[in-house]
């Protein structure tokens, strides 16, 4: 089915099959910001907030556990002690990056460091190049 999607009586758009709404209301707990009205017949999965939540927080304690392995396993790491760990754990983004991408540029501002959790780069830094691996 397809559904219109409007603010303030304007229509600002359709959604048809695989796309999701409702979702901020949910994660922020706010009021609506959108009227969405089915505009066919339409068939939809409803996931209500104490589910939705249940299912996020179990993820989010399941993904802080796979995030406190690694980092033990990273070799400057593991001697800091198991609380900055977990600090560290539940500070981690994920950032994915295709062969040839950019992930820093010299000269660019220093705010974030990255440790490889899966894949190769390579760096290039007074000329010499240099190739990194995992849990470097």
């Not at 996020?56 to 990273?74: A, P």
């Not at 900055?84 to 981690?92: F, I, N």
């Not at 950032?95 to 959790?117: A, L, N, P, Q």
Request: proline share 1%.
């Amino acid at each position: 089915g397809k559904l219109s999607v409007s603010q303030g009586g304007k229509v600002l758009g359709e959604m048809g099959p695989g796309k999701l709404f409702g979702e901020l209301a949910i994660l922020y707990n706010c009021t609506r910001t959108a009227s969405v009205k089915a505009s066919s017949d339409a068939k939809l999965w409803a996931i209500d907030r104490h589910v939705f939540q249940q299912i996020m927080m179990k993820t989010g304690i399941e993904r802080q556990k796979e995030h406190l392995k690694f980092l033990k396993s990273v070799h400057i790491l593991k001697n800091l002690p198991s609380i900055d760990l977990v600090k560290l754990a539940t500070s981690l983004e994920v950032d994915y990056f295709t062969e040839g991408e950019f992930v820093i540029r010299e000269g660019s501002k220093g705010d974030t460091f990255y440790i490889i959790s899966n894949g190769t780069v390579s760096t290039a830094f007074l000329a010499q190049d240099v190739v990194l691996v995992e849990g470097a």
